[in-house]
C-alpha cells in the first residue's frame, strides 16, 4: 500500500500522515514514512524531538543514477535498493515506522 | 525546474515505487512539483481540507492534477470538522465535483495543541476526538487496499 497524503500548508496533512503511518505500524505493518515536503516536518508528528528531528540528514543527491535500459532509453534507478537506503539513511521511530527525508529545499516555489 | 529539486523528486518516487513496505508520504503543499514518473506508483492520494471555500478549490484542483498525473484513486479527507453543517458542505461539494470523501476528522484543540508543540498526537494523552477518527481511516485504508501485484484491475 502505498499512500500520499496532500493539502494546504496548515490543513493538518503532516498530522494525519504521521499519525497514519505510526496506526499502520501498531496494526504490525512495515511502514517507511517519506517526508517529501520542502519544508519537512514529519519527523516531530511522527514523535522525534525537535532537537532529534534537526540531526536527520537528509537524502544524498547521488542515490539516484542513470542508467540506460535494454531498449536504449535513459532512466533513472536508485543506486541502492529501499531497505538499503532504510537502514542507512532511514530514522527508526516508534510503532515500527522508520522515516526517510528528502530535505529542505530552498525555493519551495509558491505552494 | 532547478535540477536538485527533481532529483530529490525522483529518489522518493522511487522509493515509493520499490519498497517492498507499506509507504506514508507527506506531500508538498502545493502538488505542483511533482512529475508523472514521481507519482504513478501511488496506490490512493490523500487530499487533506479544511472547512473552507478555498481550501475545497485546492482539493479540486488536485484532484483534477491527480489525474493528469495517473493516479488511479484519490480521496478526501476532511479535517478540522467543527459541526455538522461544515462536514455536510464538505459531502456536498464533494459530491457535486465528483471528488470521493473517505474520512471526516472533527476539529480537535488537542491534535492542534500537539501540532503546535511538534509532537505527536499519539504521545499527547488528551487527543482522542480527532485521533479516533484518523486510526479509523487507517483500519479503513489497510482493509480496502488490495496489496500491491495482485490487483484485479477493472
Sequence with gaps: MKIAVSGKGGSGKTTIAGTLARAFGRMGQRVLAIDADSNPNLATLLGMSREEAAGIVPLPRDLLQEETDASGNRILKLAMNPDAIAEAYGVKVPDNVTLLVGGKVDHAGSG | ?????????????????????????????????????????????????????????????????????????????????????DEEAIREFCQRNHLNIIAAIPYDEQLIEAERLGKSPLDHDACDKGIAEILRLAQVLQTDTPPPHVRTGT
Excluded at chain 2, 30 to 45: A, F, Q, Y
Excluded at chain 2, 57 to 65: D, G, S, V, Y
Design chain 2, 1 to 85: 525546474m532547478c535540477p536538485s529539486h527533481s532529483t530529490v523528486r525522483g529518489i522518493l518516487g522511487e522509493l515509493m515505487a520499490e519498497a517492498d513496505r507499506v509507504t506514508v508520504t507527506d506531500m508538498d503543499a502545493g502538488l505542483e512539483h511533482l512529475s508523472r514518473g514521481t507519482v504513478k506508483h501511488v496506490d490512493i492520494l490523500l487530499i487533506v481540507v479544511e472547512p473552507y471555500y478555498r481550501s475545497l478549490e485546492t482539493a479540486f484542483r488536485t484532484h483534477n492534477l491527480a489525474r493528469e498525473l495517473g493516479i488511479e484513486r484519490d480521496l478526501v479527507v476532511a479535517n478540522k470538522v467543527r459541526t455538522p453543517r
